[in-house]
Nanobody, 122 residues
Framework: QVQLVESGGGLVEPGGSLRLSCDAS????????MGWYRQAPGKERELVAV???????YYLDSVKGRFTISRDNAKNGVYLQMASLKTEDTAVYYC????????????????WGQGIQVTVSS
């Protein structure tokens, strides 16, 4: 099965930037759609961003204009460039991937990484 490994998290002060990376390896699962979830302590998980292999993009409203999702040239990785970070962006961020259908208008992010901590604090 495909395995996802995140990197690039850490501690940053408000207004700063971080870039998260997710590398996919193995086989057995499609990665037509790749994206990022996050979960803060005591809060429900939320979908942050998704990019499909036909360039359909989704962003959580609260990160629009600040975060940018991209795929690498080989389409085996996904990245999240985070700018103008706020304390409320603090969470564990999870890479996720899965197949899509209906010209990638429908996707199922059924493979998850282990998660990586992003802390925004001064």
């Amino acid at each position: 099965q495909v395995q996802l490994v995140e990197s690039g998290g850490g501690l940053v002060e408000p207004g700063g930037s971080l870039r998260l990376s997710c590398d996919a390896s193995g086989s057995g699962s499609a990665i037509d759609a790749m994206g990022w979830y996050r979960q803060a302590p005591g809060k429900e998980r939320e979908l942050v961003a998704v990019k499909t292999n036909n360039e359909i993009t989704y962003y959580l409203d609260s990160v629009k204009g600040r975060f940018t999702i991209s795929r690498d040239n080989a389409k085996n990785g996904v990245y999240l460039q985070m700018a103008s970070l706020k304390t409320e962006d603090t969470a564990v961020y999870y890479c996720a991937a899965g197949p899509c259908s209906m010209a990638c208008q429908v996707y199922d992010l059924n493979v998850w990484g282990q998660g990586i901590q992003v802390t925004v604090s001064s």
